[in-house]
Nanobody, 125 residues
C-alpha cells in the first residue's frame, strides 16, 4: 500500500521561504509522476506543481510560477516543493499526490491515485 507523508510546513512571514517534502513508501516511486496541490479554507483544492517520473518535465500553476520549484530524488523516494517569495495567498494545506506508473504529468486532482495527509503552510503579512 502506497503511503505519502508530507513535512516542512509551518508559519512564515511574507517574502520568506519554506521547503516541503513528501516521502513515499510502498510503491515504485521512481516510475510515478508526482504532484503538489493545496486547499485554502473555504476553497476548492487547486493544482500547484507536478513533475514527471524521471524529473525532466515540470509544470506549475500560474500563481506560483517563478516562485516555487518542484523536484524529486528517486533514490530517497521523496518529492520536494521549494517555496520562495511566499505571499499570504499561499496560505493553505499542501498535499502531495502520486499518479500511476509511467503516466504523463497532470494538473487534475482526479488523475492522482494516492494522497498524503497534508501539511499546513501559513504566511503572515
Amino acid at each position: 500500500q502506497v503511503q505519502l507523508v508530507e513535512s516542512g510546513g509551518g508559519l512564515v512571514q511574507a517574502g520568506g521561504s519554506l521547503r516541503l517534502s513528501c516521502a513515499a513508501s510502498g510503491g515504485i516511486f521512481r516510475s510515478t509522476p508526482m504532484g503538489w496541490f493545496r486547499q485554502a479554507p473555504g476553497k476548492e483544492r487547486e493544482f500547484v506543481a507536478c513533475i514527471s517520473w524521471r524529473g525532466g518535465s515540470t509544470d506549475y500553476a500560474d500563481s506560483v510560477k517563478g516562485r516555487f520549484i518542484i523536484s524529486r530524488d528517486n533514490a530517497k523516494n521523496t518529492v520536494y516543493l521549494q517555496m520562495n517569495s511566499l505571499k499570504p495567498d499561499d496560505t493553505a494545506v499542501y498535499y502531495c499526490a502520486q499518479r500511476s506508473p509511467y503516466r504523463a504529468t497532470s494538473k487534475y486532482s482526479t488523475d492522482y491515485d494516492y494522497w498524503g495527509q497534508g501539511t499546513q503552510v501559513t504566511v503572515s503579512s
